[in-house]
């Protein structure tokens, strides 16, 4: 008697434990993953998986706890060159004094080399995809690109001119272009992104809506942020934010809403109603003093939810794992109810409901046959992950984005045992030494600095 | 001419930066420390230190930021082996069906390997200073002392019988014991711990306060920790938590607060005025949906406030680092006010505001002639803290923990670029997966693990 021949695969990866984030949320102890090139094959036990399959390679973590990689919903990546640049301020004084400043100064090389810092920094605490908002968008495509990460990218349109495409009637077609340039590549998708309600006029939004609608693609904004939003977009159109887009009949399946804090129970019935998805950003929303998004109440009424970190000039990082963390707390808090945001839950935000808030859902947020291999490692042989009772909890209460061990993204080995493998670390950490010292030499606006 | 002798000095430690956290908060960019022993003998620009010294040894980080150790004001370390045994549940279920059967089941050995492993985790992420309250202290005393990390601890009383010391009229005279029995020690400090005004009579309490007086130590306790417990002892004692405490003459300098969420504005004003700290536990209070404390507040009022994190059961870990970031951006969003508890006030909680309200700010807490060199360095060359423009808001809004290059508790290096030199790791790990082990085994309240 002969076995049956072996399926020959690229990749098995195999550790202590696997989270499926599939539908039935399936845990394996120990759990692998076998991978045919981008794809994933199986996802089970290793001795089942090593039975069937012949693998070209293994990597084997026998303390290592293998996941989805993480979905960031919302960042403007490039501003990792302005992290710490200035913080504690009051929101106006914050825009129109620093980042305003700043960003007026931008051209395609400081986003590249902003969105590579950027990258460095998600890659290695475990982000697979990140969704980014900004200027000069092909520029961070192209930074994605060539650093091996999945990105969902668009340029920032609103109604005055921009310091990358010029005049506002401009955007819309860079957006297209960008559309078209992007649109068969393996990792990169783009996105229609008009600032807001109040950067925003009703045509413009429109406009946007037709856009995304004839490249079948998602229409990303932020959207009830703060207070004084909501109260200028009554004051200007009489209707909440949310109401203002559903009157432009661009509240749908095709919107992502970034932040969503100051939502009426009015909201939150047409948000529910519409299958439009929100990008919850509660460590930004907390440092700028903006609100606490009702994420428990909008996952109760069936609002698909992602988790953003926003950009580094108001987080101050792009850690996943720490904003899963505070996800889960701040609505316990916010509800006096311990029971809100489990762990489960939490990590949902940031791998399958991203993938759903993204429209991505058949190809990452959960490790699946015929799903792409984006998937990380958490190295559990540490103390503070020792012992282990349940790995949800040790992931989202005690890890941080330092944990991570590996990560695949698209089947590929982009980080290895913490080291960065597709592209130069050292190179990226100088330049962007570089363009922080020239950003300072220029006195923007308020700056002032204590960089030697 | 011949150059003056230099003085010799056991060690000069310098780095990119020098955040001081002295009463003038000095900063040097570059910066070092001269330390003779325990001592710290002098800060200040490299260069100077040079022309003044002759070091035995030189610790040399050219991309470090060095600041003091930092102070954990409350945990409760030995729980650490429960991290992640129960979340996510109602505080009653939480406690009764897993904490209290958990803790029922303890000895000095569990509470012993407990502490070690919770000493791993805070010296590795920069705590070199923790407050403790537990069962079997004589065994937290020992593990820290055996660690090389300073501590200040205390057996928890209250009006029950321990599983440590039995009858409760017993509790006193233990803390009594372990007061002398430590009180040569360098690192060690013992105060005299109370569990709560719910656990404790007015008898215990003052027999607490009078012993605390003959000890010339603190007496902590967890107070006005929910509404709950406001409401009961409103019910019982006809006063707040804190008007109790008041009208039981223990409302003084000595007094150091757990928590402290639920204040009214009469507490508030008592506690000012009375010298009393308070260890803000933002992270835990979180979790458990207790509430927010009022802390810009009570820092307004001139209230001393250290930060802590619980023990590992409801936070879930022991990063100081991430909880000054929820603490700051916790008060931003509970004032809806950006520019509270900005960067260098939260540094403070961790460092100089632990040191005052455990009375030890004439030994830690700052770097400056004549404190003890306990001490940590940063290692900033990371992607996540590149570019730097601001020290403070990349400590408290980018950095965790896993940052923390080196750390030296009384003048001894105890974690070198990140590898623990003072006790065996891999004997602590493996003893605290043995323990979690047995607990499970006994199937202790409604205990269930995916522990393989």
Not at 194 to 217: D, F, I, M, R, W
Not at 222 to 239: I, M, W
Not at 242 to 266: C, E, I, K, P
Not at 334 to 356: E, I, K, N, W, Y
Request: contains cysteine; negative net charge.
């Amino acid at each position: 008697m002969t076995s049956p021949a072996l399926e020959p695969v690229s990749l098995i990866i195999q550790g202590a434990w696997v989270l499926t984030m599939n539908r039935e949320r399936e845990v394996f102890s120990p759990g692998a993953v076998a991978l045919k090139g981008a794809e994933i094959v199986a996802v089970g036990p290793p001795a089942e998986l090593r039975k069937r399959y012949a693998p070209a390679q293994v990597l084997d973590y026998p303390q290592g706890l293998i996941l989805p990689g993480l979905i960031n919903a919302h960042t403007h990546a490039a501003m990792a060159l302005f992290r710490g640049l200035a913080d504690d301020l009051p929101l106006e004084e914050w825009l129109n004094e620093y980042i305003f400043p700043a960003e007026s100064r931008l051209n395609g090389d400081f986003v590249y080399w902003g969105a590579k810092l950027a990258v460095a920094e998600m890659l290695l605490s475990g982000t697979t995809t990140f969704t980014d908002m900004y200027l000069f968008a092909d520029h961070v495509a192209r930074a994605a690109a060539e650093t091996g990460i999945r990105a969902v990218v668009g340029e920032v349109l609103y109604d005055f001119p921009s310091p990358n495409y010029g005049p506002p009637a401009a955007g819309l077609q860079f957006s297209e272009d960008l559309c078209r340039a992007w649109q068969d590549h393996p990792l990169i998708r783009v996105a229609i992104q008009p600032h807001a309600v109040y950067t925003c006029s009703p045509e413009l939004l429109q406009q946007c809506g037709e856009l995304a609608a004839k490249y079948n693609t998602r229409l990303i904004m932020h959207l009830s942020e703060t207070l004084k939003e909501v109260q200028d977009c009554q004051g200007r159109y009489g209707a909440t934010p949310v109401g203002h887009l559903y009157r432009l009949g661009l509240l749908n399946h095709r919107l992502l809403a970034d932040h969503a804090v100051v939502l009426s129970v009015a909201d939150r019935m047409l948000l529910a109603a519409s299958g439009a998805g929100v990008a919850h950003c509660p460590e930004s929303n907390m440092k700028l003093a903006s609100g606490i998004a009702p994420v428990a109440d909008l996952l109760r009424r069936g609002v698909p939810v992602g988790l953003g970190t926003d950009g580094c000039a108001s987080n101050n990082n792009l850690d996943l794992i720490q904003e899963m963390d505070t996800a889960a707390k701040l609505q316990k808090v916010h509800c006096m109810d311990p029971t809100v945001l489990p762990a489960p839950a939490a990590l949902s935000l940031a791998t399958c409901g991203g993938a759903r808030v993204l429209g991505l859902e058949k190809e990452v947020g959960a490790l699946a046959p015929g799903l792409k291999g984006d998937l990380i490692v958490i190295d559990l042989d540490q103390p503070h992950l020792t012992p282990l009772y349940d790995p949800y909890s040790h992931l989202v209460y005690a890890a941080t984005g330092a944990d991570v061990q590996t990560v695949l993204v698209n089947g590929r080995v982009v980080v290895q045992d913490r080291r960065l493998l597709s592209f130069d670390l050292a190179e990226t950490l100088a330049r962007a030494r570089e363009l922080a010292r020239g950003l300072l030499a220029k006195k923007v606006g308020n700056l002032t600095s204590r960089l030697g």
